[in-house]
């Protein structure tokens, strides 16, 4: 399928990685001006670095042990083991490892480093109201992030927001500490807090704007793998009026669901949210059906 929804995805994704470049770029030449050396702007990129790492491969475990999530075989739970593998099969990728989350609430993730070892995972409350032709579209979205390394993506996302707000607390507080020292010091440390503030805000807006593009990019591949883009359609008209937050919740998890777990908030909340409003989603695809 030649889909400029893909394409279009994919080029702002790595412009929005860019920009997280950018942003660490700009910190660190802050850090060494006001410290007049780049001895302490190359140590706390160094150690940023090394958190973002230890994030990145600690990622998918975090994902497991925040939201409760169990490993299940084929024996508890066929439906679902047998979708995903029958997905497997059409998408051409290992078999993933198969979890499940006790909660009612309907929605599902898919983690990992790489299509060798992602896992996805449903929320018994998907499995209720979804039937087996919805199931199976939510089950290739996850099955699309995995093959498009959004797992990857949205884990790098997470990494370089940590590194941002490390280094940003560490610009601030050298800002800050300068301004102090001198006499008329006081827009130095106007300019302190301002980074403090404002550098992890950005990052989460970026962070924000990686997610959203790809929950987009993964109704139109799962549409893609299915050959028809209605069950998809149908899956998130399910979200949509079945949508509510999951009892376990992680801010820092959310933005690998397919359906924001978070409890509902006010504009701001929404303006910030890391998925785009399930009614654009299906408003794409509908766009987009003669694509498919």
């Not at 975090?62 to 409760?68: D, E, F, K, M, R």
């Not at 001198?182 to 924000?208: R, T, W």
Request: proline share 4%.
């Amino acid at each position: 399928m030649q889909s400029n929804i893909i394409a279009k995805n994919k080029l702002n994704t790595v412009l929005i990685m860019a920009l997280f470049v950018i942003i660490i770029g700009a910190i660190s030449l802050i850090i060494s001006y006001f410290w007049g050396g780049m001895n302490v702007a190359i140590g706390g990129i160094v150690f940023a670095t090394l958190y973002a790492l230890l994030q990145y491969f600690l990622a998918s475990k975090i994902a497991v042990l925040s939201t409760g999530a169990k490993e299940i075989q084929k024996s508890d739970n066929p439906r679902l083991y047998e979708i995903v593998q029958k997905l497997s099969q059409k998408a051409d990728l290992p078999m993933p490892k198969v979890y499940m989350i006790t909660d009612p609430a309907p929605n599902a993730f898919a983690t990992g480093r790489s299509p060798k070892d992602a896992l996805v995972c449903a929320t018994t409350g998907l499995l209720d109201i979804m039937n087996d032709d919805e199931l199976e579209a939510v089950m290739a979205h996850e099955m699309s992030h995995v093959k498009n390394y959004d797992i990857r993506v949205a884990m790098i996302a997470f990494g370089l927001a940590s590194v941002v707000g490390v280094l940003s607390n560490i610009a601030g507080q050298t800002i800050i500490n300068n301004g102090r020292r001198n006499e008329n010091g006081g827009l130095q440390v106007v300019l302190g807090v301002l980074v403090i503030i404002l550098a992890p805000i950005l990052a989460l807006i970026i962070q924000m704007a990686v997610s959203r593009s790809r929950e987009f990019l993964a109704d139109a591949s799962a549409s893609e793998i299915m050959g028809r883009p209605d069950n998809m359609i149908s899956a998130l008209q399910q979200l949509r009026k079945h949508n509510k937050p999951m009892q376990k919740q992680d801010s820092a998890t959310a933005m690998l669901f397919i359906s924001n777990p978070l409890k509902k908030g006010g504009i701001v909340a929404r303006l910030f949210s890391t998925h785009p409003p399930l009614e654009e989603r299906i408003m794409a695809l509908e766009d987009a059906q003669h694509e498919f």
